[in-house]
């Protein structure tokens, strides 16, 4: 189980760190609809603000449920020096190359499960296999559902893509992630029946802000949370806080073990409610003039 930040640190002091700890902070955001711009891009001003403040030794990471790639493209080739956490916190890459440096995979049998499940309800899974080097993300060709044919348009020659014929043709022990999406109706049904036959497993259902009524069911490893990755790597760089940034139901658990967490203004209520404090809109640049004012002192 992972601390909350009261029970990890004691009473944290909520106002912001002083410039001198910034060297020893470990600051992690959150990129769509947080550190990136409603169009899903990483503005001129925030990409120099960040870059100038690695330069000087910052220790500044993101977290998100996107692949490498699709983060790396994004963020416009941000110069990030330490890992990056993708998919939800199940995979740890390095920024650059997306070379997995910490893969948690999903119990078998818990996989079995979801797709037992899934298929029951006649919704379609996504399914995420890393095994010898190779990312690979899986349904059952000619069941391509609304979900599905939405995921795929977004992603046109993704080399990742491979639709098999049964789930007997996936390595279950590979399986590390599955999204299911759809309506809010089919998918909140679908989360409620698996969190009462999974154990060891995160459910977390999220609206897509970019297609208003389309929800995402995320499911992976308890260990592969945003919040077990943001405090592992904390601990392997060095950094005695955690500070970091978010907007969605699926950074509720990275806020619980931060020592400060700021939501920007267009969070839900809930996070909202969980954070240290609220801050400017994602397409004012809030979290890269957060950032500025408080490493920079700009």
């Not at 939405?150 to 098999?164: A, N, S």
């Not at 005695?240 to 619980?256: A, Q, S």
Request: charged share 20%; with cysteine; hydrophobic share 45%.
């Amino acid at each position: 189980m992972v601390p909350r930040r009261a029970d990890r640190r004691g009473d944290h002091d909520l106002q912001r760190p002083a410039r001198s700890d910034s060297m020893t902070t470990l600051y992690v955001s959150d990129l769509d609809h947080t550190l990136l711009r409603s169009d899903a891009t990483l503005s001129a001003f925030s990409r120099g603000v960040l870059d100038d403040l690695i330069g000087r030794g910052v220790l500044f990471t993101y977290a998100t449920a996107r692949s490498h790639g699709s983060a790396r493209r994004a963020t416009g080739g941000l110069d990030v020096r330490l890992p990056v956490i993708t998919y939800g916190g199940t995979m740890t890459v390095d920024a650059r190359t997306g070379t997995p440096a910490a893969v948690r995979h999903l119990a078998p049998e818990s996989l079995a499960e979801v797709l037992r499940l899934t298929d029951a309800a006649g919704l379609q899974a996504l399914v995420h296999t890393y095994s010898a080097g190779r990312d690979a993300i899986s349904w059952i060709d000619g069941r391509v559902n609304d979900g599905v044919a939405y995921f795929l348009r977004g992603r046109p020659g993704d080399e990742r893509l491979t639709p098999v014929a049964a789930w007997d043709d996936v390595d279950l022990g590979a399986g590390y992630y599955v999204s299911i999406i759809g309506g809010r109706a089919e998918t909140a049904a679908l989360r409620d029946a698996l969190t009462g036959v999974l154990t060891g497993c995160h459910l977390v259902l999220s609206d897509d802000a970019y297609a208003p009524g389309t929800f995402w069911l995320e499911i992976h490893s308890e260990a592969g949370s945003k919040a077990q990755a943001a405090l592992l790597l904390a601990a392997e760089v060095g950094a005695t806080r955690l500070v970091v940034f978010g907007d969605n139901h699926n950074d509720i658990p990275l806020f619980e073990v931060a020592d400060e967490a700021y939501a920007v203004a267009n969070a839900v209520p809930e996070l909202k409610q969980r954070a240290t404090g609220v801050i400017g809109f994602n397409d004012s640049d809030a979290v890269a003039a957060w950032l500025h004012a408080v490493c920079a002192g700009g």
